[in-house]
């Protein structure tokens, strides 16, 4: 929750002294505990360790962590090690393997805190963490007041009888995750597949992470570095009470409608003592002039007590997703009186909206889309990882920056995955301001997992106390069981292979226990606590009405593009009713690569390369679809930009045809937004957050209209998608042209763009295109005008780019200053495709990149950077494909003659 949570806390605790905007006293104080933490490697951490998975770690660096050391709460081991400059950068070059020692020891946290006379006198005082990675013993004044072993719950301890007026210690001691439960199931008759990255060395061979109630990514993907962390990785306090207190504080929302909204304030009230209350409800949002409230007489009795208090909210504020209306939000607060003073208070704010997952049967099978508000929404937009390897450093900046990225690309919908982490407030506040809606997956990444009673009791109270924590937000439509779990045990090789092993009786039972997590535990909780966000048991998943794969019902992920080399024109073959995954990798651009690198790393073979490509072969298929479709790269730097004009280019075939398929298909979202370090990955936004090639093509053909050209049947149809919701007069002008820029043919017509809708506007055969004309010589240039303004362009060549004997260009660039920024000017007496502009070193932020530009065409190109005009000019870079590749006849032969 970082610095933002920090702050919230304090103004909570001030709030125990006064709350002016009430008038009154508020009886419940919290203390803030996440100051004056220390911490050590534990001085019995070698009795624990595991025979054969010794850490391998000097003895230098073994002294310097004996002794206590700040820490920093939130936070966790690895970046404590950092801070002290104990441990070199994780992230450079190949310092992860030399650090991973680290999660095979146990290590101890400790604080001290005052505690006073009058807070001692409280009737209760309570522990509470938000967050502790992951087996932890909490000791309280020596006292062992809890054993935590899920990171992704909630913990609330009853600390009155152990504390004491003056000085208190708290201290936490964390096990080993690795030998905690290596320990537990080396000697199990069968060990469940694990699919993230585990270093056979270290664990045997066996993979812990699928019984482990953790981060998955945290042990290796196929993006991410294996760091596998421990710590107090979220805020800890110490709150205090007397007679009563608001446990929580949800907005239902029975029915929401343009002229009515039916809602309920679902209080959760503890009570000390037998007593009547008073209970007032006010709400109010940035368009009311006054806050309104409602006011309730209430009995409370011993024990926890639900209260219901209907409200009805004439002519509502709704929420909508980003491109259908406006972000309206209300702040609902609930203020309980006892005794003529305020006992206790809760706030929360929350969008109101009508949510409906419709899946209706139609002649395709049926439909998968998200009905907001009775507008069926086209999602549109990429899969979310967790923001960096270590997530406690994970700003409100950045989570700002990225999902700002994401709005400004045009999307409206995120993929929070499944093998990260459930995300801070600060997050979801910001996607539920921005109108980014969010597929929210529980936090199973691919592992089949155990169906012990505990385990399935672990997992049902951290549904539970995420469901709860995150229900109030209007961003989320839909729970989601795992990623790819149900799909893996159908499909995947390792998964038939385990079968065979094991056999059908242990296979069946293996089955039994995913069905009782995902399609019984999950949902109950989804249905009790998170109504009206419906459920869902996998992502891909056909709801178990057919095969997870399918693109008859439900989601698919399709990755026979990338992962099996299939050609990109594959793409335009899946029709499904949902895509929630499919994506291309590429490297990031050069100032990136220094920040992780030396200049003798710069080859994609380098030990250095492919440790930052996680991804078995990765650099290589990247090297091979770039032989297929553009040819030879001259150089590394010409590599780097090539493959992210290929991911592009990739992607853009994908998502546009997804579009065109609406309302066959309505979700295009592509893998992957973010990173969570510096490497070679599916992002479009890598970890500094620079934009990629694909983030600018996002915004384009995530456009709320698009026209989209598309050889079918023997001639180009011009399609024209439109996400708004009016018809939309507009123009279609599509011009043939050859490559000095002449125009060969040219045809306009004003059209009625439908709403909501995909339909083709102009049909031209390609026969009579191509008349007397090569192929690679020629191509489309279609634009979609509204009120004579280009608002959607797209260039279609009829060759692969290989093929294409693109002239050399002539490109004027001059960059002057405007405005509080900077405008670029650009021009080319030749077609320049891809045109790429960099500063260098100097970081700057572009409203386009990677564009086409066409003869006699100027384009301006705003600007943004902390750099000074001299400084852009002296460093400016233009590069177009022209630059970046060896001349045809260089690379036509098979072979890699000139490796990057």
């Avoid at 104080?29 to 850490?55: K, M, T």
């Avoid at 929070?416 to 529980?442: A, H, P, R």
């Amino acid at each position: 929750m970082m610095k933002k949570s920090f702050c919230f806390l304090l103004l909570l605790t001030l709030a125990s002294i006064s709350l002016s905007a009430f008038g009154a006293s508020i009886q419940k104080q919290l203390i803030d505990l996440n100051r004056g933490w220390q911490f050590r490697r534990a001085p019995d951490s070698a009795l624990n360790h595991v025979a054969g998975v010794e850490p391998e770690v000097d003895s230098t660096t073994l002294q310097r962590v004996a002794d206590w050391t700040p820490a920093e709460v939130p936070g966790c081991i690895q970046t404590d090690l950092l801070r002290n400059k104990i441990i070199p950068e994780p992230f450079y070059r190949d310092n992860e393997k030399k650090l991973q020692w680290i999660g095979l020891e146990d290590w101890q946290y400790q604080t001290s805190f005052d505690v006073s006379a009058a807070t001692l006198a409280r009737k209760h005082i309570e522990l509470v963490f938000q967050g502790l990675d992951t087996y932890a013993t909490v000791y309280l004044n020596g006292q062992g007041v809890l054993r935590a072993e899920n990171m992704f719950r909630i913990w609330r301890v009853d600390a009155k009888p152990y504390l004491k007026q003056g000085s208190n210690t708290l201290q936490i001691v964390f096990r080993s995750p690795i030998n905690e439960v290596l320990r537990q199931i080396q000697g199990l008759p069968y060990h469940l597949p694990s699919i993230s990255v585990h270093d056979a060395d270290v664990e045997k061979g066996i993979g812990t992470d699928p019984y482990t109630r953790k981060a998955p990514y945290q042990y290796g993907w196929d993006w991410g570095p294996r760091f596998v962390t421990m710590g107090v990785w979220r805020p800890v306090t110490l709150e205090s009470w007397d007679d009563v207190v608001i446990r929580d504080l949800h907005i239902a929302q029975d029915e929401i409608t343009a002229d009515m909204a039916n809602i309920v304030a679902n209080l959760e009230i503890e009570a000390d003592i037998n007593t009547s209350a008073k209970l007032t409800i006010n709400y109010t949002s940035a368009e009311m002039k006054t806050a309104k409230k409602v006011e309730r007489s209430v009995t409370l009795v011993r024990g926890l007590k639900g209260v219901t208090v209907p409200i009805e909210i004439e002519k509502p504020e709704r929420w909508f997703p980003a491109g259908y209306g406006p972000q309206s939000l209300y702040e609902f607060s609930a203020t309980l009186e006892v005794r003529k003073g305020v006992a206790d208070q809760a706030k929360v704010r929350t969008g109101l909206r009508s949510l409906q997952l419709r899946r209706d049967p139609d002649h395709w099978g049926r439909s998968m889309e998200f009905v907001v508000n009775g507008i069926p929404i086209f999602g549109k937009g990429a899969d979310v990882i967790p923001f960096d390897s270590f997530p406690s450093r994970v700003t409100a900046a950045t989570y700002r920056e990225i999902l700002q990225s994401a709005r400004d690309a045009n999307m409206n919908m995120i993929r929070e995955w499944g093998g990260g982490i459930y995300e801070s407030d600060e997050f979801y506040n910001i996607c539920d301001e921005l109108g980014l809606i969010i597929w929210q997956d529980f936090m199973f990444g691919g592992d089949m997992h155990p169906g012990n009673a505990e385990f399935l009791d672990n997992v049902r109270h951290e549904a539970i106390d995420q469901v709860k924590r995150l229900r109030n937000h209007p961003s989320i439509v839909i729970w989601c069981g795992n990623n790819e779990v149900e799909t893996g045990w159908m499909h995947w090789g390792d998964r038939q292979q385990f079968k065979a092993e094991v056999g059908q009786k242990t296979a069946e039972k293996v089955w039994q226990d995913y069905m009782v997590l995902f399609n019984r535990v999950l949902p109950d909780v989804v249905v009790q606590y998170g109504q009206p966000v419906p459920y869902w048991p996998s992502s891909p998943s056909a709801n178990f009405e057919d095969d997870p794969d399918t693109q008859r019902i439900g989601d698919m992920h399709y990755w026979q593009v990338w992962h099996a080399l299939a050609p990109i024109e594959n793409y335009k073959q899946q029709v499904p009713r949902f895509m929630t995954e499919f994506g291309f990798q590429s490297f990031p651009e050069m100032s990136t690569i220094r920040s992780f690198s030396t200049p003798e790393d710069w080859d994609i073979s380098s030990a250095v390369m492919l440790s930052h490509q996680k991804n078995k072969g990765g650099n290589g298929r990247i090297y091979d679809y770039l032989l297929r479709y553009f040819g030879q790269p001259k150089d590394f730097s010409s590599f780097l930009y090539a493959s992210q004009v290929m991911q592009a280019e990739a992607i853009k075939m994908g998502a546009e045809h997804f579009r065109r398929s609406r309302p066959r298909t309505m979700g295009s979202l592509y893998w992957q937004l973010n990173d969570c370090w510096p490497v070679a990955s599916w992002a479009s936004i890598d970890y500094y957050g620079r934009w990629k090639a694909l983030q600018y093509y996002a915004r384009r053909f995530y456009n709320d209209l698009l026209v989209s050209p598309n050889e079918e049947n023997s001639a180009l149809q011009i399609y024209v998608v439109s996400d708004r919701q009016q018809t939309q007069p507009a123009q279609l002008r599509v011009r043939l042209m050859d490559l000095t820029g002449t125009v060969l043919e040219e045809k306009s017509a004003d059209i009625q763009v439908k709403p909501l809708a995909s339909d083709v506007y102009l049909s031209l055969p390609v026969t009579e295109l191509l008349a007397r004309r090569q192929r690679e010589q020629v191509f489309i240039d279609s634009q979609l005008l509204v009120g004579g303004k280009a608002v959607s362009r797209n260039l279609y060549f009829f060759a692969k780019m290989k093929e294409v004997r693109l002239p050399q260009p002539e490109i004027r660039a001059n960059v002057e200053a405007a405005g509080n920024g900077y405008r670029l000017t650009l021009q080319s007496s030749q077609i320049a495709r891809e045109v790429y502009l960099s500063f260098g070193d100097f970081d700057a932020k572009f409203s386009d990149n990677y564009f086409d530009l066409l003869p006699g065409e100027s384009v301006q190109i705003e600007v943004t950077s902390k750099a000074s005009l001299d400084q852009l000019r002296q460093a400016m870079k233009v590069v177009s494909l022209y630059d970046a590749f060896l001349p045809p006849m260089d690379h036509d032969v098979p072979g890699r003659t000139a490796t990057p």
